[in-house]
Structure formats: structure tokens, C-alpha cells
């Protein structure tokens, strides 16, 4: 048992994101936020039914990964900071074995380095990551995810729609010299 009586191999979600919240630098509703964290998830754990990946993992890579950036833009070793972080809360939010740990280690640190090669529960982590990228107005290339799941045309459809599902809600687009201007809205009830 972990703290509040929340089970071994658990996640007591919501101190773990409000803890999380508290010391994140940059905007919590940005596009490497709360919002990024929660898709990443659900990518995450929906390719995690077919690579059979360690889905505690996965879903703490998505809390983690982008946990201690100081910057929305270049940030070197924000994924290294947010595995250091996660060690130093294992055991208050959440329990893994060590071998979970070194997953999770591996993944947050070097999320940002293009690889696609290597532990299925790793890229798996890393493919969830990068089927987001339509929130910064890219499409996933199926050339850079590690995973077949990933490169399935349904998996990727459907992560490439929730991400811009929430790029739409963020952004309303007006016309001026021809040219699309993103202004920024707020959005009623969130």
C-alpha cells in the first residue's frame, strides 16, 4: 500500500497531478500541458492493447515525460528531469518495480531524441508521445513511430484527430491579408 491507502501497483491519480501541477513552469493548459498529458495517455494505453506494453508505465511516461520543461520551445533535458522527478515521488503517488522504473527512466529521457527502435513498452511510450503532434501542427509520419500499432491508418486517424480536436478548441483562425492569424479564446465551462 502506498499513502491513502491506494493499492500497490497503483496510481493515485489525482494528488500525483495536482502535486504535478504545482511545480510545472510553464502554461498547464499549454501545448505541453495537462491537455498533451492526457492524450498521450489515452494514445498510450490504446496502442498498449496491442503491443502489450506495461500500461503502469506507460501511463506514468505520460505524466512524467514533459513534467519539468521550462520552455514550450528546445528544452534539453526536460525528459531526464522529469525521470529524476518521477524516482522521487515513487512511493508517495505511485508504486513500480525497479525494472519499471528503468522503463520509465528510459522513456522520459530520451523522448526527444527520434529513436524507434528498442523495448516495445518504451516505444511504445515514445510512439504515444509522437502520435500528438498535431497539436503543434504536424502529422505523425508512420516512418519515425517504433510500433506497427502506431503505423496502423486507424490508430493514427484517430490520435491525429483528438489532437487536433483540441487545437480547434484552443484556437479560433480569422482571415487578414490572406494570411490565417491564430487568436487566442477562452473557452466557456474550461
Known amino acids: 500500500m502506498i499513502g491513502d491507502g491506494v493499492p500497490a501497483f497503483d496510481i493515485d491519480r489525482r494528488a500525483l ?21 492526457a492524450r498521450v495517455r489515452a494514445n498510450g494505453l490504446m496502442l498498449a492493447e496491442q503491443t502489450g506494453a506495461n500500461r503502469q508505465v506507460v501511463e ?7 513534467s519539468r520543461r521550462t520552455s514550450e ?4 533535458g526536460h525528459g531526464w528531469r522529469g525521470s529524476v522527478l518521477a524516482e522521487q515521488l515513487r512511493g508517495r503517488f505511485f508504486e513500480a518495480s525497479d525494472a519499471e522504473m528503468a522503463l520509465l527512466h528510459h ?8 529513436i524507434n527502435t528498442g523495448d516495445t513498452t518504451v516505444l511504445t511510450c515514445w510512439d504515444a508521445d509522437r502520435l500528438d503532434l498535431g497539436r503543434v501542427g504536424m502529422t505523425p509520419d508512420p516512418r519515425y513511430l517504433g510500433t506497427k500499432a502506431a503505423r496502423q491508418e486507424s490508430a493514427l486517424h484517430k490520435a491525429h484527430a ?10 479560433s483562425w480569422t482571415t487578414d491579408n490572406d494570411q490565417a492569424w491564430p487568436i487566442d ?3 466557456e465551462g474550461r
Do not use: M, N, P
Open 17 to 37: 497531478l495536482t502535486y504535478l501541477q504545482g511545480q510545472f513552469e510553464i502554461d498547464w493548459k499549454g501545448c505541453h500541458g495537462i491537455s498533451h498529458w
Open 60 to 66: 506514468l511516461f505520460a505524466f512524467f515525460h514533459d
Open 73 to 76: 520551445g528546445i528544452d534539453l
Open 107 to 114: 522513456a522520459c529521457a530520451y523522448h526527444s531524441d527520434g
Open 162 to 171: 483528438r489532437a487536433i480536436a483540441w487545437v480547434d478548441r484552443q484556437t
Open 185 to 187: 479564446h477562452k473557452i
